[in-house]
């Protein structure tokens, strides 16, 4: 399994011709504004800050790209599900998904993330299937599983893979404050270098 040694910063950008071209494998990390991406990249890298964490949800306006170890890239996607973007704004925002899932030709799979103690629904099925549908890879990961009991865990495994339609072992919990999954993270990581 791959051991983080480096994480740096590369840049953000909101158009395809602003993207980094360091051809490298890369990941993506997307979920719901409030998910806790932020925290769980710092998490995977083992630093504090590499990724800014907002005091509150929709802080990521355009995409951050992250290069590890000069081995592979990390792109910290905006959250969705942000109520107090304005309908352009929102407009804005899915082209510039649209554009990247659709454009990038170094992204390996994207880490869609979801609070364990959500319902998934509409919205989360039909961003997976959409993913799924451009040729790309979605590991779904529940985040802050240390707000949940190890029953509700395995609970939580088995509904979301019922709705995602997969097996719950695919399910990843993690939470960023107890360092929880990042090793399966790194391994699914590693598996696809």
């Known amino acids: 399994m791959i051991k983080i040694v480096s ?32 925290s769980l990249i710092n998490m995977i890298v083992n630093r504090k800050s590499l990724v800014k964490t907002g005091s509150r949800p929709g802080m990521t306006r355009q995409i951050n790209f992250f290069t590890i170890n000069k081995q592979f890239v990390l792109a910290d996607l905006p959250g969705y ?15 510039m998904l649209t554009d990247y899932a659709s454009l990038r030709q170094e992204l390996k799979s994207i880490f869609f993330l979801m609070d364990m103690r959500r319902i998934p629904g509409e919205a989360e ?32 495994r088995k509904k979301w893979g019922e709705f ?26 590693t598996e696809r270098l």
Do not use: C, H
């Open 81 to 95: 599900g942000y109520a107090q973007r304005s309908a352009e704004e929102n407009r804005a925002f899915d082209r």
């Open 125 to 156: 099925s039909n961003t997976v299937e959409y993913f799924e549908k451009l040729g790309i890879e979605v590991i779904i990961v529940g985040t802050k599983a240390d707000k949940i009991g190890k029953n509700d865990i395995v609970n939580v």
């Open 164 to 189: 995602f339609r997969r097996t719950p072992d695919l399910i990843i919990p993690t939470s960023a404050s107890k360092n929880t999954g990042r090793d399966e993270l790194l391994k699914r990581i």
């Open 7 to 38: 994480a740096d910063f590369i840049k953000g950008a909101v158009k395809p011709e602003a993207y980094p071209s360091v051809n490298l494998p890369e990941f993506a990390f997307f979920g719901r504004s409030n998910a806790g991406k932020s």
